[in-house]
């Protein structure tokens, strides 16, 4: 494998230059803001599997931050390894304390998510326009199916994982929309994946959070 192979793969990138892509490149902070956000509010709960999921929520913004300067095969291992990381952990800590499973169990079935992925994506890569975007589609899917499994049993979690996914589901759709729209909007529309996909991920911790401190998601943020 070439580790500093060139890629390009976004609107806003023109040339294999450092800040080819600045708007992809600054919207990055977007996922610092959301963990600063979020370590405010895990700070002190007693939620070690919350904190982990800020901090991976950092490491994505930084990873992120480097596949949009350097544009290289090792940055984009970079930038797609802690959203790997954080979509496991997530999986953990809510099959573990939302589902009350053993760690064992919970372990167990966060690693089907291997599978399912590697089964889902092909079906969305036939989605037309879905493009490379099919490779995150099966995430919402899932929230989805984890709301709509936890709705008797914790019905403000899956309302907050319901709205988590619609969030998803949005980022995907602009990034989706990067290519095809390039030609009447030159920067592209990736930007949008960046600041919605920090949303998306400092909500999910909070929907978390609040569902190990049996909060509804309805009571403010502090409450």
Sequence with gaps: ????????????????????????????????VAAFVMWRRVHGQGAPLAMALVVILAMIGVGSY????HAQVWAAIADTTPILLYILVYIFAVNRDVWGMRPVYALGLTALFI???????PVFQLVPGLGASAAYAPV?????????????????TARGLAIGAGILIASIIFRALDEPTCGHFPIGTHFMW??????????????YL???RKVPVTTAPGT
Excluded: K
């Design 1 to 32: 494998m070439d580790w500093t192979q060139y890629i390009d793969g976004y609107c806003e990138r023109l040339s294999p230059a450092y800040w080819a892509e600045p708007i992809n490149a600054v919207t990055n902070v977007a996922f610092l």
């Design 66 to 69: 480097l596949f949009h300067t």
């Design 115 to 121: 599978p399912y992925a590697a089964l889902t994506i």
């Design 140 to 156: 919402p899917l899932l929230i989805l199916i984890y709301a709509f499994l936890l709705r008797s049993r914790t019905p403000d």
């Design 194 to 207: 960046h600041i919605l996909n920090a949303t998306m991920l400092g909500w999910m911790i909070e929907v």
């Design 210 to 212: 609040r569902a190990v």
